[in-house]
């Protein structure tokens, strides 16, 4: 904090950090950074890579939300606050007297070493004054604000802000003052869509050149954007090429992030239901509520780079940062019903809010997947003020994508880089038989080629050696899981030709590899069928295949190995491979690791028992923990 702050500010404050990969982690460090300003403490919500470490003794308490990602690795955004907590210069008593909290939020069907794990080392930092590693988040929460209350104590005569009195937003929008000579026609967001020759690419309609100025990100250039499964198939899955001009490296596991925009008849939809249209294209400025924020570092914008965005509009704002077709929380609910002077309206809108009811929530909210932009329309009379919408509604987030291309596959004619993807397009209908649309997908799934997006490459947590790439691997990917495993196939088949073209027909040093591929149907999504005769001509490969619907019985991946057990004992065991796990972290990596372990017990022979079912599971927790056993599902 700095010095220009008061004592009172000081020796109360809270600092809520958060680690995400999806967005989940942010949404609880929001919902804590609320709690924390009811208890009258002066809070800020970060990314964790957004302050330094030094910076935590300034605060009463700092509270972290962290998820974990790829094996018990911390999301990308905490990962450099992380580092600098291990730097060798610091001394052991670094963070004596950081009083702290964790919430870590996991993905049960990881493996329960890596399960919660950034959660978990967190706490190995010091004493943490409380932390929990299971149980849901409400009646947490609930027993944090008690322990908060008896810990820090509110002075005589002053209570906590009641849940039914609105917070202030701390960002705030205002009229951007512009002067005669700087004017010029609105520029509105959306109308490059359709500019491009409909007849060339007649299913992609919107040409889209990505302005904003989103921080550490790549400039690409969509070349392909093609649709890999028949027209009548039930998923429209994509496989889209992007290229940068610059060489950038980058390994199998790793991935592009993707920050999606709105489209233009939604936005319309909320100007008009808010009753916004004379402000929508009029230049804004986002700017601090409370002086105590201005020329104060510890409290970032809470949009980073929008200073830099030319013209800056509420319209603008709305297509290209506030996401209006998100799944509402009950934080919203609560911010909301303060817009109404409808007592039925806000009666129930405060319900939502209550422990009690999170039953009515969920089934309100997550259960149909209803969205933020719907809720509004069902409670028409709330009218947010345009002033606060940076506050009210949540900003988009950029959406994860493995990188399918790898080898021959990573550099253009040019000498640039080219990233592969294979993007399955988010599309379902409701219990409320109402069709429901990934914004991400979506929005990726109708861009033509030319268009220009801000893309984040991002280290995935394979990581795998030399030796690993080289050696013996099993690799098992049903439906775009198989897109990592593409991109180390062709790697590994470009270290085979970098060995051929040095030694000629000397004895290959590679070890053998399996493919595990699993869809629904060969004829329908069986991706890359045509590439893998080719890869097999240079590297030792095996290609299984389980497709579910092809037959009576349904077959899975997992079926296959429980049909192969000697073949993935003797790959695992006898020859000490390695095996990739991608794909829906659903079932499936639960049923895979059972059939493995079932190969570990039986020494790969069904008629007989080698060793007890716990001795099979501590090899397969062996090979995790050498890193042998890898797992990157979502």
Known sequence: MSESQSPTLRKRSALVLYGSETGNAHEVAEELGVLAERLHFVTQVSELNHVKPEILHSFTVT???????????????????????????????????????????????????????????????????????????????????????????????????????????KWVLQPQVQSTSDQAEPTVPGMQ???????????LTRLDHDLRPIPDTLTATLTANKR???????QDVRHVTLTVPDAVSYAPGDMISITPKNFADDVQALITMMGWEEQADQPVTLVPRDSQYLGDESHPPPIPGLESYPRLTLRALLMDYLDIRAIPRRAFFSTIAHYTSDEMHKERLLEFTDPEFLDELWDYTTRPRRSILEALYEFDSVKIPWQHAVSVLPLLRARQFSIASGGELKRTAEGGTKFELLIATVKYRTIIKRIREGICTKYISVLRPGSTLKVQLQRGGLNSSVSQLTGPTVLIGPGTGVAPLRSMLWEKAALVKEFQAHHGDAESPFGPTILLYGGRNRAADFFFEEE????????????????????DQKIYVQDVISKNLGLFYRFLHELSGTVYVCGSSGKMPEAVRESLTEAFQRGGEPEREQCSREEAEEYLIGMEKSGRYKQETW
Do not use: C, M
């Not at 955004?77 to 007297?97: E, I, Y």
């Not at 500019?195 to 007649?202: G, I």
């Not at 893998?532 to 037959?551: E, G, H, N, Y």
């Open 532 to 551: 893998w005769q080719k890869l097999s001509d240079l590297i030792q490969l095996q290609v299984f295949t389980a497709f579910s619907r092809d037959q």
């Open 63 to 169: 509270i972290f939300a962290l998820s974990t990602t790829g094996q018990g690795d911390l999301p990308a955004n905490a990962r450099s606050f992380w580092r600098s907590l291990l730097l060798k210069r610091l001394p052991p008593t670094f963070l004596n007297g950081v009083n702290f909290v964790s919430f870590g939020l996991g993905d049960s069907s990881y493996p329960k070493d890596y399960y919660n794990w950034a959660q978990r080392r967190s706490i190995r930092l010091g004493k943490p004054t409380n932390s929990t590693q299971k149980g849901t988040f409400i009646p947490w929460l609930t027993d944090f604000r008690q322990h908060l209350l008896d810990t820090y104590p509110l002075p005589p005569g002053q209570t906590p802000i009641p849940e039914d009195v609105q917070l202030p937003p």
């Open 193 to 203: 869509e359709g500019l491009a020759d409909p007849s060339e690419f007649p299913q």
């Open 228 to 234: 890999v499964t028949p027209p009548k198939h039930w």
